[in-house]
């Protein structure tokens, strides 16, 4: 596996890659390796020549009040895990070659950055989009694959593709889960075990939420059921409860369409999200 740091180095690669009519593909994350991550890996090995994996803690997507700071990392575990899954290149750039002195454009975004994440986390998308839209000009991907676990964000950045006709296929694989239900996320690692125990009321909420859907509830009994079994761990904050049109992200009244019901909540200082898509 080849290792990169600088930007140019990495570009330098892919041009060359491309070049020769090979194949890139690319799963862009933040470290600190999980299942889930793997799991995206897995599905672009098949569909590429090389594989890339870019490890980055954006800075640009934090707000100040974030987790960027205590963010967790494992540079030689992540090293060794994606040797393991047959990454071909670690590309791991730092804010500094990212974001040199003078960086001053940004990406905006529309309405299926407005809800959700987009209202708790202010810049967030903006931050996301700016990032992926240089990793893709960087690494020249064929196909980059995301998580649905962090289903805004793809919505987002396949609507980014779609309008700035980027030449990438943008894939995607679903949510992996620890045995017990709770989504992997690299934040799992802040919880103490009693709110590791009260995180599983999101897989809880979202089980419960597909039968009420099943047994042909409404929208508004559905958001006030999940909050309240939400609720039921005292200590969790509920950042939002929100059932939108699976597609557009807009409100719904009636369960007449694919809907996404996306979850956020605070664990002590710890904010999971969680989704599960729902077919009346
Ligand atoms: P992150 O490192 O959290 O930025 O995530 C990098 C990529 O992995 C994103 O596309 C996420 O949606 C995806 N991802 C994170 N957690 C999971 C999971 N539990 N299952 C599947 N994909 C995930």
Known sequence: MRRFEDPAALQAWARDVRARGE???FVPTMGY??????????????????????IFVNPLQFAPTDDLGRYPRDEAGDAAKCTAEGVDVLFFPTPATMYPPGFQTHLTVGPLAAPLCGTSRAGHFEGVVTVVLKLFNLVQPTVAVFGEKDYQQLAVIRRMVRDFNLAVEVASGPTVREADGLAMSSRNAYLDPEQRTQALSLHRALDEAEQAVAAGTDPATLIAR??????????????????LD?????????LDRPVVLAVAVHFGGT???????LRP
């Open 23 to 25: 194949t890139i593909g």
């Open 33 to 54: 390796l999980h299942a889930g991550h793997l799991s995206l890996m897995r599905i672009a090995r098949p569909r590429c020549d090389h594989l890339v994996v870019s």
């Open 226 to 243: 999940t909050r309240a079994i939400l609720r039921e761990q005292s200590p969790a904050e509920i950042d939002y409860v929100d059932l």
């Open 246 to 254: 699976a597609t557009e992200l807009t409100p719904v009244t009636a």
């Open 271 to 277: 904010r999971l999200i969680d989704n599960r898509v």
